[in-house]
Nanobody
Framework: QVHVVESGGGLVQVGASLRLSCVISGRTERGHAMGWFRRAPGKEREFVAAIAWNGASTYYGDFVNEGQITISKAGAKDTVYLQMNRLTPEDSGVYYC??????????????????WGQGTQVTVSS
């Protein structure tokens, strides 16, 4: 079993930056690809980004503009960050961290990921 815990959400102003963190624990010896999804009020869950267990490969959602959102791994392979810049109210929502059962599985489909965190709220105020 793999446990997923996100942190770092909060209330920020338009144009601000925010970094979300996610740590997985439990049976993580084999390495796990990890990703982020978000759900805005009244909208479908949306893929944000994913990264391979060693950080060698990344995959971003279609809406992501270059430099606005970056996914990265910490030195500890069980920790992933989501750096978000130039935030707008449209970025508000609950952000969920996910983990795959394999080290390399990157996908934009939520059903691909068996492990999910509880989510962290991001609110961008204008």
């Amino acid at each position: 079993q793999v446990h997923v815990v996100e942190s770092g959400g909060g209330l920020v102003q338009v144009g601000a930056s925010l970094r979300l963190s996610c740590v997985i624990s439990g049976r993580t010896e084999r390495g796990h690809a990890m990703g982020w999804f978000r759900r805005a009020p009244g909208k479908e869950r949306e893929f944000v980004a994913a990264i391979a267990w060693n950080g060698a490969s990344t995959y971003y959602g279609d809406f992501v503009n270059e430099g606005q959102i970056t996914i990265s791994k910490a030195g500890a392979k069980d920790t992933v960050y989501l750096q978000m810049n130039r935030l707008t109210p449209e970025d508000s929502g609950v952000y969920y961290c996910t983990a795959d059962s394999t080290p390399w599985g990157l996908s934009a489909r939520p059903e691909h990921y068996p492990y999910w965190g509880q989510g962290t709220q991001v609110t961008v105020s204008s």
